[in-house]
């Protein structure tokens, strides 16, 4: 009999201590379950972040995009305007250096800063050297503004851009390829670029023509 009763005091120990591992286990079961639950949600989270930076950046990239476009066409209308413009006044080309045979004239836009540039028997520019224009501003400052490429007959055209303020004569000069400043140009026609007040044709010569055409008289 007390056989029968240890051996019924161990099976209810033993199914005890089975129920209580069963909750452990449940327990830990629902922790991990939990955990990767919220590993799951964090994951979630994280690539819903990566997502939404993404899709700012695509969107920052097509907001730049658009206002690129809108800076182009802008500069499209602008420059469309001043090649349909007879702009405000008109310069004459005049020889600066009295060998030179080169001539044109110049549609000037000073409220644009730019200038249509028509040029005319521009011939074989000295060995080494190119012809471009140049801005002079009434206190001698010289400023290029673009490389001339004569074609076959020997014309030109340029559409001068960021003409300086005060500018007051266009030059065609030559000068060393590829060089990025005036040092050592050699002028050979200008025209006079009007002020503010200014309209009409500019028939007078620019200084810089008036100071060749003497040196040719001596």
């Not at 009763?5 to 201590?17: P, R």
């Not at 010289?142 to 007959?153: A, F, N, S, Y």
């Not at 300086?164 to 004569?169: L, Q």
């Not at 040092?183 to 500019?202: F, H, K, M, Q, W």
Request: net charge negative.
């Amino acid at each position: 009999m007390a056989s029968e009763i240890e051996f019924g005091s161990v099976l209810e120990k033993n199914g005890g201590d089975k129920k209580v591992w069963l909750v452990v286990l449940l327990g830990a079961l629902g922790v991990v379950g939990l955990i990767a639950w919220a590993v799951t949600q964090g994951s979630r989270t994280s690539g819903l972040e990566q997502e939404v930076r993404a899709a700012k950046a695509q969107a920052a990239e097509l907001e730049k995009s658009l206002e690129e476009r809108d800076e182009l066409l802008t500069a499209a209308r602008a420059e469309e305007g001043v090649m349909r413009s007879p702009g405000q006044a008109l310069g004459v080309f005049y020889a600066t250096d009295p060998r030179a045979q080169e001539s044109g004239v110049a549609f000037a836009h000073p409220e644009e800063k730019t200038a249509r540039v028509y040029l005319y028997g521009l011939g074989t520019p000295p060995e080494g050297q190119e012809y471009a224009l140049a801005a002079r501003t009434g206190d001698g400052q010289g400023k290029l503004l673009g490389r001339v490429l004569p074609d076959e007959q020997g014309g030109a055209f340029l559409l001068a851009e960021e003409v300086p303020e005060g500018t007051v004569a266009l030059e065609l000069v030559t000068l060393p390829i590829g060089q990025e400043s005036l040092d050592g140009a050699t002028p050979r026609v200008a025209a006079r670029y009007p002020s503010a007040e200014e309209r009409g044709i500019l028939a007078e010569p620019p200084a810089q023509a008036r100071r060749g055409a003497r040196a040719a008289k001596r």
